[in-house]
Each structure stands twice: as structure tokens, then as C-alpha cells.
């Protein structure tokens, strides 16, 4: 059993956020049905490579759910929308402000028919404020949230996180919203509707930054891959790549100094006796160390500094991660049969439960690969599931196969 078994949730994201979070959901245990445009289908599907014409990164973060394609611009498909909310138990969509109720699809209006639904809402900048009908993506959000200021090399051009850090960050924080909200209307039988930016998503965040902001005026900086607050703690160059050490308190920095680098001088030096020395003299004791850890390969340095217990690894590219042996030790990669696609491979739910399932139910759907199953489940017969497809009020990209064998 899945804490979500039976959770029926209807899915209008697309792109990341939105739908990160309900493929959490789905593994989770939750009935996840996508509900995308007809011939299209959600925007993820347009990202390049794909396989046999299906997007490789898009079936990614929608993996695990149903798929059903309605033309909600229509009476009849806003209408069925309303009909399938009867029975569920979240509707999330991430439109821009005031979309969801020109279609008629808008809290105000689902709750008409399930009162205790609940209700997300994922934006670029919210429901409120004076950026509200502003269209916001990620990129947006990191430059708004200071992100694009604080990474980087010093001196440096803005710089993006290298993942969609805002995006995950909304996703996740609607996953938790969800969470509690169901736990609420578990007991008090209320529904609830959520508000939630990328931008404040990713803002909630900066723990750190903001203590030393509020505190004494400190406007985070680029810093590389140093600390902003203990040293050493950054990626150094050694002989063929780079090296990560985390010398993170004076114990640590005492085994790293005397033992893994043979310098007991250091120990004493006035510029690097204490951490506010080290963070004074930052840029000295970088040189320093380097010049040390050039002289051996990045291998050499693991097993030197792991050897004194000072955390410490290898700075790798994503192909090496992928095939590193601590990924594959925990089965963080896992191969799935899609119907269009073949096998493919995905990266796992991250955590291990030890009585709980977790793991990706199965690939992602083809457009509009479950519309007249979930339309049947909504008592629609034959006959009208038909004339719906007729009249292109509904879809299905490849009504031919045979999605008895293909179902999620």
C-alpha cells in the first residue's frame, strides 16, 4: 500500500514545475491523469531529443501517470473536466493568472462541484502583486530571487544554477502544500486552495543568505564553489581535474593541514589559525592548498584526504555521475519499457523506505494514451466517446494501439 492509494488528482501543468511535483504524487501512489491539449499536448513533449517522435526529456518528470487530451477551450470539454472533478481529490494547473477562469476551470468553479477539493495553482510570480500577469519561467525567477548574482565565478557574468533550481523548488513546495492540505482535509473535511510562485519557491531557499542579509546588510556575492561561510570548502585543482574537500570545522581543518597535506606549519600561521582568519585570507590559502594539490591526480587526494577523515570527492561531469558506483550501488538509474519509445532509462524516486514502495510505476503515457479509459470511468459510453473524438473535443495520438498492453 502507497500513503496515496486512491488520491485521484487532475494534472493541467506542463514544463517542470508542475509537472515534477505530481509524478512525485504519482509514485506516491496517486491516480495522476494528464490533461493536455489535443495534437500537441503539453509543452514538454516539444523538447528535442526524441525517440521515435516522442520527447525523451519530456516523458522524464511524466513518468508513472495516465494521459487523457481534451480541448478545454470547448463547452464540452470544460464540461467534462468538471465531470471528472467530481470524483477527485486535487486539481493542479500552472496557466498564467486568470486563464483558469476564462476557461471556466478556476477554483471558484471546480469547488461548485467538489466542494472539498483541493486546488494548486503554480505561476511565475503568483496569483497577486503587481507581477502577476507577468509570463515567468525559470531563468526569471533565479534573476529575480538574486539567483543569477550569487553564482558564478567572482567578478563573473550572471550566472544560472545549472539545473531548473526554481522550478524543482515550486515543484516540490507544491508537494509538501498538497501533502499537508490533504492531511487537513483529512480532519476537518475542507478543501484548500494553494498559491504557489516559482519565484518565492526558490527565495525560500536562501536560509543563509538571508540570515547574513537581515543581520548585518550582506548582499550575497558569485563565489565559485567556495563557501560563503567556512573555508576550506570549495573544488581544487589537482593534476587532472579537481578535487571537493570540506574542511568544515577547525578539527577538520587541523587533519587536513597537518596530516592529508603535511603542512603542521599552517596550524600556527596567524593567517589561517582560526576560521575567521581562513575567511579572511581566503584567496592566500587557496593558492596555497593548489599548489599542493596540483602535484597529484584527483583519485590520489580522495584517497589521501578520505584516508584522514576530512570529507572529500571528485568535482564530476553528469556522464560520470551516471555511471559512478555509488549511483549505481543504490539503484538510482532504472529501465522502463515505453510503448512508443522502447526501453528506456530514468532516474529512481531518491528515497528508500523501508516498508514502502517507492519507485517509478511506469513510463510516460503517449498523448491522449488513456482519454477514452478515463472517459469511461467518468460514465461515458461508447457511442458519446466516439463523437467526442469526431468533433476533436477529444484525442489520442495513436488510437490504433492496443492500450490494453500499455497501460500505466
Known amino acids: 500500500m502507497l500513503p496515496l492509494d486512491g488520491f485521484r488528482v487532475l494534472d493541467l501543468t506542463r514544463f517542470l514545475s508542475g509537472p515534477y511535483c505530481t509524478m512525485v504524487l504519482a509514485e ?15 509543452d514538454e513533449r516539444r523538447f528535442a531529443p526524441k525517440v521515435n517522435g516522442e520527447s525523451y526529456p519530456g516523458a522524464m518528470p511524466n513518468r508513472s501517470k ?60 503568483g ?36 539545473i531548473a533550481i526554481n522550478d524543482i523548488a515550486a515543484g516540490m513546495t507544491a508537494v509538501y502544500s498538497i501533502m499537508g492540505a490533504q492531511m487537513l482535509r483529512q480532519k476537518t473535511g475542507e478543501g484548500q486552495y494553494m498559491d504557489i510562485s516559482i519565484l518565492e519557491a526558490g ?57 592529508a597535506l603535511d603542512r603542521k606549519e599552517w596550524l600556527n600561521d596567524p593567517r589561517f589559525v582560526t576560521l575567521p582568519d581562513r575567511m579572511a585570507n581566503i584567496d592566500e590559502l587557496e593558492r596555497e592548498i593548489e599548489a599542493i594539490t596540483m ?24 556522464d560520470q555521475t551516471l555511471q559512478n558506483e555509488q549511483i549505481l550501488a543504490r539503484e538510482m538509474i532504472v529501465d522502463v519499457e515505453h510503448p512508443i519509445m522502447g526501453g528506456m532509462k530514468t532516474i529512481a524516486p531518491p528515497t528508500k523506505f523501508s516498508n514502502m514502495d517507492y519507485s517509478v510505476r511506469g513510463p510516460a503515457p503517449w498523448l491522449g494514451q488513456h482519454t477514452a479509459e478515463v472517459l469511461r470511468e467518468a460514465g461515458l459510453d461508447d457511442a458519446t466517446i466516439e463523437k467526442l473524438f469526431t468533433d476533436g473535443v477529444a484525442f489520442d495520438a495513436h488510437p490504433t494501439l492496443q492500450r490494453s498492453d500499455t497501460n500505466v
Not at 471558484?108 to 511565475?124: A, F, M, N, T
Not at 567572482?154 to 544554477?161: E, L
Open 28 to 42: 506516491m501512489g496517486a491516480d495522476v491523469i494528464k490533461i493536455e491539449v489535443p495534437h500537441t499536448g503539453a
Open 66 to 125: 495516465r494521459s487523457i487530451s481534451l480541448d478545454l477551450k470547448t463547452e464540452e470539454g470544460k464540461n467534462l473536466l468538471l465531470k471528472m472533478a467530481e470524483d477527485a481529490d486535487l486539481v493542479i494547473e500552472n496557466f498564467r493568472p486568470g486563464v483558469a477562469k476564462r476557461l471556466g476551470i478556476d477554483y471558484e468553479s471546480v469547488r461548485k462541484v467538489r466542494p472539498d477539493i483541493l486546488y494548486c495553482s503554480i505561476s511565475g510570480f
Open 127 to 162: 496569483q497577486t502583486g503587481p507581477y502577476k500577469h507577468r509570463p515567468g519561467f525559470d531563468i526569471m525567477a533565479q534573476g529575480v530571487g538574486g539567483f543569477l548574482r550569487m553564482t558564478g565565478e567572482p567578478g563573473g557574468k550572471p550566472a544560472k544554477v545549472g
Open 203 to 259: 527565495l525560500a531557499w536562501t536560509v543563509w543568505e538571508s540570515g547574513a542579509y537581515f543581520s548585518g546588510g550582506e548582499v550575497p556575492q558569485a563565489t565559485g564553489t567556495r563557501h560563503r561561510r567556512s573555508t576550506p570548502y570549495q573544488a581544487y585543482r589537482t593534476a587532472d581535474g579537481y578535487v571537493t574537500i570540506g574542511a568544515a570545522n577547525d578539527r577538520l581543518w587541523e587533519r587536513l593541514a597537518a596530516e
Open 295 to 318: 602535484t597529484k591526480t584527483t583519485d590520489e587526494w580522495i584517497a589521501i584526504i578520505d584516508g584522514v577523515g576530512v570529507p572529500c570527492g571528485p568535482a564530476l561531469t553528469y
